[in-house]
Every structure is written in structure tokens, then in C-alpha cells.
């Protein structure tokens, strides 16, 4: 389309949100990135934004949607590629049903295991397996005194304890479902469980004797990772991990959101902590939570100018692409001396392009 161009030029679609909650901005930056710029009221600050998405517009319920994080200030990256998101305010400070990683992240705890004192519980769904070993947690591989729990290359469940590099694999392959691993350092113990079933039970010996445990890790304990090795960091879905020092609870990390935020707390200390690296965290919502408001839903991408050039002093050339819509919508076209945002009417000129039909892009 060719219009007249002064300063600054916006194309929109009306009516994009409705309710408390408003979508004041929303812009595609780039192919894994936008920018969203959120109002509410101050009666709710202490609720945390979530975004939900998906195919298609799942409704004012968060329940109803399949995918739904916390926003953290960004959206997921999952959710960029989606056709409709929806964003709702709930809750904040509160313990969650689980956190997922997607391979990327990993979270650093101020743990540091002994030779003959720690006693590890991870309770977790792993979401996929790659070539690659993938740490359940670890420390960092020649630093002293090695705890690992992982996948090995050949996608079996396997172990460390030791700071002679050993490792031992239990034999059992990995399985896309609930698992509890627990590596006792303490009683000298390895059990793995999947889906309700005990599928091994090992005795840390023989090649990993304690002469092999020496020392305390010289580097912390890692969940999601052994150490900042980005091909290492595991897919899963964590709902607790704990660790108990000579017998006694030490640490409870439960999966929490922290003033928008999406990491571990310790039950024991109080402690959050959030992510040390990697993408943002998902953190699903613990069942039965209440959305106290929510938008409308809007696309993913609304508008997208994929080129704006001026072929002459007075004429200027934008493409402008637009998200599917089971409804036909009007196309807009305003201008001003200066950018006035996202709100149709805080633009002094505006003029009507013409309908776009229902499902057109």
C-alpha cells in the first residue's frame, strides 16, 4: 500500500484488548523476540503476570490453555511462535506445581557435596533425550569431588559419586515419564524409579569405594546441569529436589515464583533461587489458582511491517504482514509529528485502508 508519510507511522488493529489488564503494547522485534507492554490497576501490584498461548483463543480461563508460564517480563519463546497468547494476573510469591527447563538453563545452588555426607532426591519428568549427556544435577567434572546424576550417551540412566572419574550406568533406559532418582553418599545407596516403579536399586562400591571420596566438591551443586555446559543442560520438568546432610534435611527446593520470577526456593532456609543461565523458566501454576483479570487474547503477531521504504520525497512503500483471524478486521492507517503508541485515538490523522478478510494474512 502507498500512503503519505510523515514522521511516524503506525499500522493497527482495533480493539486488540479489553478488560483491567491491558496490552498497552505488543510488537514483533525480531523472528524469537517482542516487545508487550502491560497496565493494570495498583489494587493488583502484587500479582504476577502470566502468559498463556497456543492455535487458537482458549478463553478468560488460564485452566483451559495447554501452555502457560509466568511472564518474567518477556514472553517464553515457545509462545512466539504460537498464533494467539493471552496474558492473566495471578498470584505471586507462591510455591508452583513444577518448573520446566528446555535445555538451556540450569540453576546454581550453594551446595557444595561431601565424601560421605550428602544425600540427593530429584523428582522430575525428563521431556526429551539427546546425543548428548544430560545432567539431572551435578557438580563441574574435574573440580575435586564429582556428584553427578545424568544421561549417558547411550540414553541410560547413570550416576557419579567419586573424584577418581568414575562413572556407572544402571542400565535402564531412559523413559519420557515421572522419575525419582536418589544418590545417597551418606548410606552408600543409588535407587532410580520410574513411573511408581523401582527399576534399580545399586550399592555405591567396589570401583567407587570411599578412597575414591575424598574432599569436599570444590564447585556447587547444580540443578538441570553439572556445570555451564550448554550442550549437558536436560529438558525436564522438575517438581522437588532436596538434599540431606549426614541424615538430617539440609535443603527443600521446591519449584516457586519470586515477584514474577520462576526458580527453586528452599523450604528450609527461605532462599530463592532463580535461574543462573539459559532461556526463561516455565512455571506451571499450582491447580486450582484463581486469574484475578485477564485481556483479551491477542495474535503473536498482529502486524508485522516486514519492509517500509520511501521511493520518493512525498510516497512511501510499507509491507505490512497480519495474524490470521477467523473474523474479517478493518485496516487503519495513522500519522502524527510523533509516535503516540498503540491507542488508535491518541493519533491526530487517521484514515481507513479497507477490510481484510477473515483468515487473510
Request: some cysteine.
Amino acid at each position: 500500500m502507498k500512503k503519505n508519510s510523515l514522521c511516524c507511522i503506525l499500522v493497527t488493529l482495533a480493539a486488540l484488548t479489553s478488560g483491567a489488564l491491558t496490552v498497552e503494547k505488543f510488537h514483533r522485534t525480531s523472528a524469537t523476540a517482542c516487545d508487550v507492554t502491560l497496565s493494570y490497576s495498583a489494587a493488583n501490584a502484587d500479582r504476577a503476570v502470566l502468559v498463556a498461548w497456543g492455535p487458537s483463543d482458549a478463553g478468560a480461563s488460564f485452566t483451559s490453555w495447554a501452555n502457560r508460564s509466568y511472564a518474567e517480563g518477556v514472553a517464553p519463546p515457545a509462545a512466539l511462535s504460537a498464533a494467539y497468547m493471552r496474558f492473566f494476573l495471578v498470584p505471586d510469591n507462591q510455591q508452583l506445581d513444577y518448573i520446566e527447563t528446555d535445555g538451556t538453563q540450569y540453576i546454581q545452588t550453594d551446595y557444595y557435596p561431601g565424601p560421605a555426607d550428602t544425600a540427593i532426591t530429584v523428582d522430575f519428568q525428563p521431556k526429551s533425550v539427546s546425543p548428548y549427556q544430560q545432567r539431572v544435577f551435578g557438580t563441574a567434572t574435574g573440580f575435586g569431588l564429582t556428584v553427578h546424576a545424568y544421561i549417558n550417551g547411550s540414553g541410560l540412566w547413570s550416576w557419579s559419586y567419586s573424584n577418581a572419574g568414575n562413572w556407572t550406568t544402571s542400565g535402564i533406559n531412559v523413559e519420557l515419564k515421572r522419575t525419582q532418582i536418589l544418590l545417597d553418599g551418606y548410606t552408600d545407596k543409588y535407587t532410580l524409579t520410574i513411573d511408581g516403579v523401582q527399576k534399580k536399586t545399586m550399592t555405591i562400591s567396589g570401583s567407587v569405594t570411599a578412597a575414591n571420596r575424598t574432599g569436599t566438591a570444590t564447585t556447587p551443586l547444580n540443578i538441570a546441569a553439572s556445570a555451564p555446559n550448554v550442550d549437558q543442560r536436560l529438558n525436564a520438568k522438575y517438581y522437588s529436589f532436596t538434599i540431606s546432610h549426614n541424615g538430617t534435611l539440609a535443603h527443600d527446593f521446591r519449584p516457586y515464583v519470586n515477584h514474577g520470577v520462576v526458580g527453586m526456593r528452599d523450604a528450609v532456609t527461605g532462599k530463592f533461587f532463580p535461574r543462573t543461565a539459559g532461556n526463561m523458566l516455565l512455571g506451571a501454576p499450582p491447580s486450582g489458582t484463581v486469574a484475578s483479570e485477564t485481556s483479551a487474547a491477542v495474535a503473536a503477531a498482529p502486524v508485522a511491517v516486514t519492509s517500509c521504504y520511501r521511493s520518493d520525497v512525498d510516497v512511501g512503500t510499507i509491507d505490512v504482514s497480519f495474524a490470521p483471524s477467523s473474523s474479517a478486521r478493518e485496516v487503519w492507517y495513522v500519522w502524527d509529528e510523533t509516535d503516540k503508541g498503540t491507542t488508535f485515538a491518541a493519533w491526530a490523522r487517521n484514515e481507513r485502508i479497507g477490510t481484510l478478510a477473515a483468515n487473510a494474512t
